[in-house]
Nanobody
């Protein structure tokens, strides 16, 4: 199984940017889809973005398309989520996840490994 450690959250103002990181270890990632999910208080966990490690194809939730960018660094075995033009509704705990399934399957049931979560708070 892949081990994941996510980081980079913080308290920012609306319109600011943050970059989240997800450091991986344990397995080679060529067969994996890596994703970011988020969970706001009182809400279900929701899909944010995904990237196929091999080839780099991406998928985004409509709510973040054009503002967030998912990427990975093969040499560092690390995935990133660059978040620009942040809004108060982006406030949540963000989790990275890894799974061996097709890109576009957005349910969290497909993911086998999870980071511990990093808090992002956007003030208005």
């Amino acid at each position: 199984q892949v081990q994941l450690v996510d980081s980079g959250g913080g308290l920012v103002q609306a319109g600011d940017s943050l970059r989240l990181s997800c450091a991986t270890s344990g397995r080679t990632l060529s067969s994996y889809v890596m994703s970011w999910f988020r969970q706001a208080p009182g809400k279900e966990r929701e899909f944010v973005a995904a990237i196929r490690w091999s080839g780099g194809m991406t998928d985004y939730a409509e709510s973040v398309k054009g503002r967030f960018t998912i990427s990975r660094d093969n040499a560092k075995n690390t995935m990133y989520l660059q978040m620009n033009s942040l809004k108060p509704e982006d406030t949540a705990v963000y989790y990275c996840a890894a799974g061996r399934h097709g890109l576009g399957l957005r349910s969290d049931v497909y993911y086998e490994s999870w980071g511990q979560g990093t808090q992002v708070t956007v003030s208005s």
